[in-house]
T-cell receptor, first 114, second 108 residues
Framework: EPEVTQTPSHQVTQMGQEVILRCVPISNHLYFYWYRQILGQKVEFLVSFYNNEISEKSEIFDDQFSVERPDGSNFTLKIRSTKLEDSAMYFC????????????FGAGTRLSVL | GQNIDQPTEMTATEGAIVQINCTYQTSGFNGLFWYQQHAGEAPTFLSYNVLDGLEEKGRFSSFLSRSKGYSYLLLKELQMKDSASYLCAFEDDYKLSFGAGTTVTVRA
């Protein structure tokens, strides 16, 4: 069964450093998302991406964040200068076009900012 | 504004039935989703309702009333592996807004 894959599974970084989280969405999907989940809290929407551009972003997704689809398969989330409060689980999700708007989630990247 | 409420925790016995309620408020609505999330893992899709009524899928069923802003997930014949967090989420403008999740503990 096709799945969304994310790398790395765990990323440890120093405050102020840049990190890039990588995702390979399901191959025939056209909508891509990043969500985050701070430990013990709910899953929060960060950004959606369609047709090579951001379609919507939340208040969390400030100038420190950016997304890119550098080639036909990868979808990345970059945090320019990490803060302690960026420590969270980051989930990538993808959705096909069609009637059923089901988003499928990757296993996540646990980001620890020290 | 937008809001989702679901109970924090529920406990049930193996083989029993549990119903997890969810109420939501939103101005835009494209559907109601239920996901299962085991600790430290990704949310896994369980069910989707866009019209009022009951959707049945094996041991899991989900109900939606759009006029009441209400949904429930029914888990039948509970198994130990069903111990997890169950997330209610609505879709608005193709993005999901999640509730805080209901932790279900299944006891032998």
């Amino acid at each position: 069964e096709p799945e969304v894959t994310q790398t790395p599974s765990h990323q440890v970084t120093q405050m102020g450093q840049e990190v890039i989280l990588r995702c390979v969405p399901i191959s025939n999907h056209l909508y891509f998302y990043w969500y985050r989940q701070i430990l013990g809290q709910k899953v929060e929407f960060l950004v959606s991406f369609y047709n090579n551009e951001i379609s919507e972003k939340s208040e969390i997704f400030d100038d420190q964040f950016s997304v890119e689809r550098p080639d036909g398969s990868n979808f990345t989330l970059k945090i320019r200068s990490t803060k302690l409060e960026d420590s969270a689980m980051y989930f990538c999700a993808s959705r096909e076009t069609g009637e059923k708007n089901i988003q499928y989630f990757g296993a996540g990247t646990r980001l620890s900012v020290l | 504004g937008q809001n989702i409420d679901q109970p924090t925790e529920m406990t049930a016995t193996e083989g029993a039935i549990v119903q997890i309620n969810c109420t939501y408020q939103t101005s835009g609505f494209n559907g109601l989703f239920w996901y299962q999330q085991h600790a430290g893992e990704a949310p896994t899709f369980l069910s989707y309702n866009v019209l009022d009524g009951l959707e049945e899928k094996g041991r899991f069923s989900s109900f939606l009333s759009r006029s009441k802003g209400y949904s429930y997930l029914l888990l039948k014949e509970l198994q130990m592996k069903d111990s997890a967090s169950y997330l209610c989420a609505f879709e608005d403008d193709y993005k999901l807004s999640f509730g805080a999740g209901t932790t279900v503990t299944v006891r032998a």
